[in-house]
């Protein structure tokens, strides 16, 4: 019976996991499958060998290394979230596996979904993102580069990693790490009374280049 418990308690933190907190916030319907094999497999590999007379560390490291084989040598690149998730699918499986009382498994899995929800929430850190942007132009001055950028995005700059600087096509590929900048208020319209102020007055944006990015 706690064997049966124990499998119970798999599908429904697994099934958390995956539609309450993965699909959801990233819609991607193809990792849906991939996370929940996973965590079924890695129950049913880690439940087999915990009683049979194979090593459990052997058979456990085996198993694990395929998995981390299979998500480091994909074709189709994966983001770092999406990583975080193969490896929450993959614990939830090894704990209730080799766990044998329901409450420390319940916590356990209860304090892995607690830290996936905070970590992955939209609302964590939500003015900062990361681009890769491509300039019509060839810049080779560090401090210029980073202007240039956050006037293009109209942000703060954090890191600027040129990816490619092609001096002969006059083109700059750069990954950008830049927190938006809070929203001002909007200038009043031509002609009001208040913009005829000029303590009232906002300077303009300038406007960024067409083709300046992508």
């Known amino acids: 019976m706690s064997r049966i418990a124990m499998f119970g308690i798999d599908v429904a933190a697994a099934g958390l996991l995956v539609f309450a907190l993965y699909f ?23 439940s087999a060998l915990s009683t049979s007379r194979v090593g459990a560390g052997l058979g456990l490291g085996l198993a694990l290394f395929g998995v981390l ?3 480091r040598l994909r074709s189709t690149e994966l983001d770092q979230h999406e990583v975080a998730y193969y490896f929450s699918s993959l614990a939830i499986g090894l704990i209730t596996a080799l766990g044998t009382d329901v409450a420390p498994v319940a916590g356990l899995l209860g304090l892995l979904l607690a830290v996936v929800y905070v970590g992955d929430h939209p609302r964590l850190f939500r003015s ?10 060839a810049v080779t001055d560090p401090a210029a580069l980073r202007a240039q950028l956050e006037r293009l995005l109209g942000a703060r700059v954090h890191a600027a990693a040129v990816q490619r600087l092609d001096l002969v096509n006059d ?4 990954e950008v790490r830049f927190s938006r ?7 009043p319209p031509a002609g009001s009374p208040d913009s005829a102020d000029p303590a009232g007055s906002a300077e303009p944006v300038a406007a960024a280049p067409a083709g300046g990015h992508r």
């Open 24 to 46: 959801p916030r990233h819609r991607r319907r193809d990792l849906v499958a991939a996370y929940l094999v996973v965590n079924v497999g890695v129950l049913a590999v880690a």
């Open 69 to 71: 084989s299979i998500i």
């Open 128 to 137: 900062y993102g990361h681009q890769i942007v491509v300039l019509d132009t």
């Open 171 to 174: 083109t700059t590929v750069v």
């Open 181 to 187: 900048r809070p929203r001002t208020a909007a200038a």
